[in-house]
């Protein structure tokens, strides 16, 4: 069983807000959902099946489902860190093509800029998590665990941090055209190089941005999508992988979309050469670089030259990607960008994109989520989507 | 050369699990995992082998020797500057640990390194690595 052309993305809603110190979680989870049912031409009773990870605030989907007044009959909180919500998409497909709910929401939303939050604090996950005691000592924070993948795919492969400033150029360039993103100036690979050292090999330009904010999606069965005054867009495949330590092998210049990714594509009967435009996790450029090859868009070891010289701007490269922003100029929000991948994706299949991003009759597009620690254990989750 | 500052070391959480890990570090050892069903180490060291589920384990002391397989050195955001880094040990294991005691700018994947200790807020004893020629 597949879940092709089983499920469509039918609602799709980027909160605005970037900084929301009067709001609560809560309010901002609600308000990205009552947003992307109004974009799908739903109502709140439509939903029947509820989505939600580890930023949904008290219980969950408990909390939530009760603060949302939702009847449901099916729910998901699947946790695995920003791609939490990649995996929902994919998970929302599943119950559907099982006939466990007809119209699914997930929702994401977090106050983190508000709240303090920042790259370089050591992440504490609780004293029960088995490894805390193994490396919380040690200061491992955001910055400094993608900073080590860095260095070593440098050391392994010859990438350059001019090769991963490209990244953030890209990402510049498409940002100047949201008025929503939080970083809209054009920067070149100088001003990458010349920003701050953060924890090397990256400099304070290679990371994203932090800030408030939410998103929410809304898949349904394809009856009801083409019920819809909306263009149709179809989950072809998906694919999700958890990634640690390996009892202490290393190998952490290999993400888990090497697998999640190959399964994606399978499912959705596509290659890698196929894809139009992809959403590629951005919580720092070294991320991009992993998932870019371990998708098969390039051999491994060969993502900084694939990705420098503008190869990711939209109109001019070949790959475009995160014409939003992303994570590294737009938005974050709860310090986790799953769900703007799917947005954005989704925004290009439909041809809603901003014009002087928007890929010329973009009907085939992917969406690449990482959550938690790339330099210890993370989650990876691809979906495939087409326009029909 | 930038200076080794000494920053303040959160305490480990200890649990029934792993508290012999600790009490071990106390005496200056650092234990890892040995499967004694699949022959392999693993670390960081538990009760059931990572590698082939079995339950016949041992935690044995390594030598405290590897080579540095990458690292990092925080910058910014800190209040002083320190190095975090994955050390594979001879042993073909490879941990989280801070390099300390030597000139963290010079640092180079592959460079030899040899174990330390370091006391963390309340007193308990976290391995750390240094420079081998330091």
Redesign the interface.
């Known amino acids: 069983m597949s879940i092709k052309r089983k499920a469509c993305v039918v609602g799709a809603f980027e909160h605005p807000a970037r900084k929301a110190p009067d709001k609560s979680v809560a309010q901002l989870h609600a308000e990205s959902a009552r947003g992307a049912l109004l974009d799908a031409g739903l109502t709140k009773d439509d939903i029947d099946g509820y989505f939600c990870a580890g930023d949904a605030p008290g219980l969950g989907p408990l909390s939530m489902v009760d603060y949302m007044g939702l009847k449901v009959r099916h729910i998901d909180s699947t946790d695995t860190g920003g791609s939490s919500y990649v995996v929902h998409v994919a998970h929302a497909a599943e119950a559907i093509a099982l006939g466990k709910c007809d119209v699914a929401l997930v929702t994401l939303a977090g106050r983190p800029r508000s709240e303090g939050s ?5 992440r504490n996950y609780g ?2 998590a ?12 955001t ?3 993608y ?6 795919h440098m ?1 392994e492969f010859g990438t350059t941090s001019e090769q991963l400033a490209w990244i953030k150029v890209a990402a510049s360039h498409h940002a100047q055209h949201n008025e929503h993103a939080m970083l809209r100036d054009v920067v070149t690979v100088e001003d990458v190089l010349a920003s ?7 400099h ?1 330009l290679d990371c994203c941005v932090v800030s408030d904010g939410g998103g929410a999606v809304i898949v349904a069965r394809p009856e009801i999508a083409k019920s819809l005054n909306r263009p149709v867009v179809n989950i072809l495949g998906a694919g999700e992988s958890p990634k640690g ?6 190998d ?1 210049t290999t993400s888990g979309a090497a697998w999640s990714g190959p399964a994606a594509f399978s499912e959705a009967g596509v290659k890698p050469s196929d894809i139009q435009y992809a959403s590629i996790y951005d919580s720092f450029t070294i991320t991009v670089l992993m998932q870019i090859e371990d998708l098969g868009f390039c051999k491994k070891g060969e993502g900084g030259k694939f990705v420098a010289d503008g190869n990711l701007i939209s109109g001019t490269g070949k790959l475009p990607f995160n014409t939003d922003g992303g994570g590294l100029c737009n938005n974050h929000p709860a310090n986790r960008g799953g769900m703007t991948k799917v947005i954005e994706a989704v925004r290009q299949l439909r041809g809603e994109a901003h014009p002087k991003v928007q890929v010329k009759d973009c009907h085939l597009a992917l969406a690449q989520g990482t959550g938690g620690q790339l330099g ?1 254990r993370h989650g990876s989750a691809t979906v495939i989507m087409e326009r029909e | 050369m930038s200076e080794t500052v000494e920053r303040t070391i959160p305490a480990p959480a200890i649990n029934p699990e792993n508290e012999r890990y600790f009490e071990a570090a106390r005496q200056g050892v650092l234990l890892i995992g040995k499967c004694n069903a699949c022959g392999e180490y693993h670390f960081y060291p538990r009760t059931l082998c990572p590698h082939c589920f079995s339950d016949n384990t041992e935690w044995v002391p390594a030598k405290g020797s590897g080579v540095i397989y990458t690292y990092s050195t925080m910058r910014r955001g800190v209040p002083a500057p320190y190095t975090i880094a994955y050390v594979t040990l001879d042993e073909g294991v490879s941990m989280m640990t801070n390099i300390v005691d030597c000139d963290t700018d010079a640092l180079k994947i592959g460079d030899k390194v040899s174990l330390v200790f370091k006391p963390a807020e309340d007193g308990t004893s976290v391995p750390m690595f240094t420079l081998e020629s330091a």
């Open positions: 920042s790259g370089t604090q050591a004293a029960a088995p490894d805390v005691a193994f490396e919380f000592s040690y200061g491992m924070a910055a400094n665990g900073a080590m993948v860095a260095m070593r050391y701050p050292m953060i924890s090397d090999p990256l304070r330590q390996n009892g202490g092998k290393l952490i210890s």
